[in-house]
């Protein structure tokens, strides 16, 4: 069974930067990788995602041009390099493995979650 645990979170000033990793114990092979965020009293929304190869990512338009997506598939993990941060971005964050390969957009679409790191940005 996959697991994925993330790491990097914590508190920072706006204009910072952060980079999220999320480490799998297990197969991801072929799977597509997600990033999704949640802040309080919202829904769970989609970041960003990245295929097996990492030739295709996708972002979200809000963080689009600020967060950049990767994965190094020989240490199972996968990051979030976030950028010019803003106190919009505080949420905690989940990395989720997408197996079906379709609506990488979509929290349904992921079949494995990680526990979540915790992302404050201050003003």
């Known amino acids: 069974q996959v697991q994925l645990v993330e790491s990097g979170g914590g508190l920072v000033q706006a204009g910072d930067s952060l980079r999220l990793s999320c480490a799998a114990s297990?197969?991801?092979?072929?799977?597509?990788m997600g990033w999704f965020r949640q802040a309080p009293g919202k829904e769970r929304e989609f970041v960003a995602a990245?295929?097996?190869?990492?030739?295709?990512?996708d972002y979200a338009e809000p963080v689009k041009a600020r967060f950049i997506i990767s994965r190094d598939n020989a240490k199972n993990t996968v990051y979030l390099q976030m950028n010019s941060l803003k106190p919009e971005d505080t949420a905690v964050y989940y990395c989720a493995r997408n197996s079906k390969g379709y609506g990488r957009r979509l929290a349904s679409a992921y079949d494995i979650w990680g526990q979540g790191t915790q992302v404050t940005v201050s003003s």
């Open positions: 297990g197969r991801t092979f072929g799977a597509y």
């Open positions: 990245i295929s097996w190869s990492g030739s295709i990512s």
